[in-house]
């Protein structure tokens, strides 16, 4: 019959065996202590580290960025803040978008094609969540100010650390009924 005792249960009880047997005690001893703790080391792993305080405010600094240039007409400006890959991905009104030159493409379809314009963006209600050293989440609103209305809506972002930085590499917005 296997011994169901968890492994750490077994090494305890094998250490203070190995004590009863007399001069190997110490050595074996030292030799268990180190193991228990390199095991517990392994099962509790280190703390983990704190993700860097600038790292949420690089995040709300690359929106804030990626609204003025939109402000500004400047779109390729406003597309820094997105992963310059094929793996990028866009969901929006039903469609799902792969690609950094196609996102591209779609905002200049929409938003600057003829008789179109791109507004003033604001960005609010944001929640950035660092994940990790490298990951992060934001969740809030969008809103545009154009001459024809006020379309605005959620989105969910989910960003990687780039070499050049913070980059969106998932983009979800959704738009509200306009009121």
């Given at each position: 019959?296997?011994?169901?005792?968890?492994?750490?249960?077994?090494?305890t009880w094998g250490?203070?065996?190995?004590?009863?047997?007399?001069e190997l005690a110490?050595?074996?001893?030292?030799?268990?202590?180190?193991?228990?703790?390199?095991?517990?080391?392994?099962?509790?792993?280190?703390?983990?580290?704190?993700?860097?305080?600038?790292?949420?405010?690089?995040?709300?600094?690359?929106?804030?960025?990626q609204a003025a240039?939109?402000?500004?007409?400047?779109?390729?400006?406003?597309?820094?803040?997105?992963?310059?890959?094929?793996?990028?991905?866009?969901?929006?009104?039903?469609?799902?978008?792969?690609?950094?030159?196609?996102?591209?493409?779609?905002?200049?379809?929409?938003?600057?094609?003829?008789?179109?314009?791109?507004?003033?963006?604001?960005?609010?209600?944001?929640?950035?969540?660092?994940?990790?050293?490298?990951?992060?989440?934001?969740?809030?609103?969008?809103?545009?100010?154009?001459?024809?209305?006020?379309?605005?809506?959620?989105?969910?972002?989910?960003?990687?650390?780039?070499?050049?930085?913070?980059?969106?590499?998932?983009?979800?917005?959704?738009?509200?009924?306009?009121?």
């Amino acid at each position: 019959m296997a011994d169901k005792r968890p492994p750490i249960v077994r090494l305890t009880w094998g250490v203070l065996g190995l004590f009863m047997l007399g001069e190997l005690a110490v050595g074996a001893l030292v030799v268990a202590v180190v193991v228990f703790l390199l095991a517990m080391w392994g099962v509790v792993g280190a703390p983990a580290a704190d993700p860097v305080p600038d790292d949420a405010k690089a995040i709300r600094q690359l929106l804030t960025d990626q609204a003025a240039a939109w402000n500004h007409g400047d779109l390729d400006g406003f597309m820094l803040g997105y992963w310059r890959d094929p793996n990028l991905t866009f969901f929006s009104e039903g469609t799902v978008t792969r690609g950094w030159d196609a996102t591209l493409e779609r905002y200049r379809k929409k938003y600057q094609a003829e008789g179109r314009e791109t507004g003033k963006l604001t960005f609010s209600d944001l929640d950035v969540q660092v994940l990790g050293p490298d990951a992060a989440v934001v969740r809030g609103r969008w809103q545009l100010e154009l001459k024809a209305g006020k379309p605005g809506g959620l989105y969910t972002l989910l960003l990687r650390k780039k070499s050049e930085g913070w980059r969106i590499v998932h983009d979800h917005t959704s738009a509200a009924p306009e009121k």
